[in-house]
C-alpha cells in the first residue's frame, strides 16, 4: 500500500484558536487560522459575507508575537468555515512565520 504524502511549497503554520492573529480590513476583522508565507486561511461564519473566488482583498494581519503585515490577496479556494486567499505582490516573511511558531512552541509544548 503506498503510503499518502502531503506536499506543500510553504511551511504552513496552524494556529490554537486563542493564538489567532487578526486579518484587518477596513471595518471587518477575521481571525487567521493558519498561514504560509504565501498564503492565509481565514476564518468565516454564516454572518461573513462571501467572498467569491479571485475576490481580492487588502488588508493588515496583526500577529500576536511579530510585526503586523499589511497584504493584498486572491481567495483561492473555500472550504467548510475558511476562504483560503494566496498572497500576491509579497510574502509573509520567515522572521514572523519563525516568531509565530516560537512563540506558540513555548507557550503549549509539553515536556516530559
Do not use: D, Q
Given at each position: 500500500m503506498?503510503?499518502?504524502?502531503q506536499?506543500?511549497?510553504y511551511?504552513?503554520?496552524?494556529?490554537?484558536?486563542?493564538?489567532r492573529p487578526s486579518f484587518v480590513m477596513k471595518e471587518r476583522r477575521l481571525e487567521v487560522s493558519d498561514l504560509s508565507e504565501r498564503?492565509?486561511?481565514?476564518?468565516?461564519t454564516p454572518e461573513t459575507p462571501v467572498f467569491p473566488l479571485g475576490f481580492e482583498l487588502e488588508g493588515t494581519i496583526a500577529f500576536r508575537h511579530s510585526t503586523p503585515l499589511e497584504v493584498k490577496g486572491r481567495v483561492v479556494r473555500h472550504q467548510p468555515g475558511l476562504i483560503c486567499v494566496q498572497l500576491v505582490d509579497q510574502v509573509v516573511p520567515w522572521n514572523n512565520v519563525l516568531a509565530e511558531q516560537r512563540a506558540i512552541l513555548k507557550r503549549y509544548s509539553v515536556v516530559g
Open positions: 503506498a503510503e499518502t504524502e506536499r506543500r511549497e511551511y504552513r503554520l496552524e494556529y490554537p484558536v486563542i493564538e498564503g492565509v486561511a481565514l476564518v468565516v
